[in-house]
């Protein structure tokens, strides 16, 4: 079993605010983070992939393959966009990077090769706050 | 003459934005700024070097005290920018398009006040991890 890690980075706004809640508690849980206006961050998103290396071209994937798919199915919905308002696949949850990682998941998942099981979607928010998410169970 | 050194500090802000210049069209912004100008904003982790040259005081060893300076740059920028909309939420870009370029000499300017006037300042900011400017031109 090998795995195979492809970085990628994506730069968007968004903002923490669960409607439900008045504006004060909204400050009172999520501080600065609940801004009205929005803020934002450079994303850092690495796709880890596992299985064996195919023995006719010893890759595990074409990297560049697994780019083009990360970058089609999740960096082009999210690069210089609004998480909370322009992201059909975050539309009514919290836009935080914990429920952000296990969308991302979801999203990628079905357009993997059968040969490659996806393994871990790590995503830092800043270069000192990063989650990770290795499916279900 | 005791030889100048540079000093260095860090310090970061996130913060949305997007470029635009109102006296333009909406196609015409997109066609110059990209996804850039998309008009729900994106953003970005900006990340400061304050740097500081100078002489090293006889006394004290230092050029200036960094946790000062740390001090000065929190509460001059990172207050005002972090966690807020650089189009919407600040006086400082009201009317000025916030590109990193006009975001650094904003930062200097901010600064400059602040630092004894014996010392040369100049600032880089890094936009994303790639993308950086630097200002004044030394």
Not at chain 2, 13 to 35: I, P, Q, T
Not at chain 2, 67 to 73: M, Y
Not at chain 2, 101 to 118: A, C, D
Request: charged share 25%; proline share 4%.
């Amino acid at each position: 079993m090998v795995y195979l890690t492809r970085a990628e980075h994506f730069n968007a706004a968004h903002k923490l605010y669960n409607p439900s809640w008045s504006k004060e508690k909204n400050d009172e849980v999520f501080g600065k983070c609940a801004n009205d206006n929005w803020h934002g961050h450079n994303y850092e998103l690495f796709v880890t992939v596992k299985g064996e290396p195919d023995p006719n071209t010893g890759f595990l994937v074409d990297a560049k393959n697994l780019s083009i798919l990360i970058n089609q199915h999740v960096v082009d919905k999210l690069d210089h966009k609004n998480l909370n308002l322009d992201v059909d696949f975050m539309q009514g949850k919290m836009c935080s990077s914990e429920n952000l990682v296990i969308e991302i998941w979801n999203q990628l998942r079905p357009h993997l090769p059968d040969n490659i099981q996806l393994h871990c979607i790590k995503l830092y928010e800043t270069p000192r706050i990063y989650v990770e998410y290795f499916g279900g169970n | 003459m005791a030889d100048k050194v540079s000093v260095f500090r860090k310090e970061h802000f996130n913060a949305a934005h997007r470029l635009y210049n109102d006296a333009w069209d909406y196609s015409k912004n997109e066609k110059v700024f990209g996804k850039c100008a998309l008009p729900n904003y994106h953003g970005h982790n900006y990340e400061m070097e304050v740097k500081v040259t100078g002489e090293p005081d006889k006394e004290t060893g230092y050029v200036i005290d960094l946790k000062l300076l740390s001090d000065i740059i929190r509460q001059e920028v990172v207050q005002k920018f972090d966690h807020k909309n650089l189009n919407l939420d600040t006086e400082e870009f009201k009317d000025l398009n916030p590109t990193a370029e006009n975001i650094v000499v904003v930062i200097y300017k901010l600064l400059r006040p602040y630092i004894e006037s014996k010392f040369d300042l100049q600032i880089r900011l890094y936009e994303t991890p790639r993308n950086f400017v630097e200002y004044p031109v030394s």
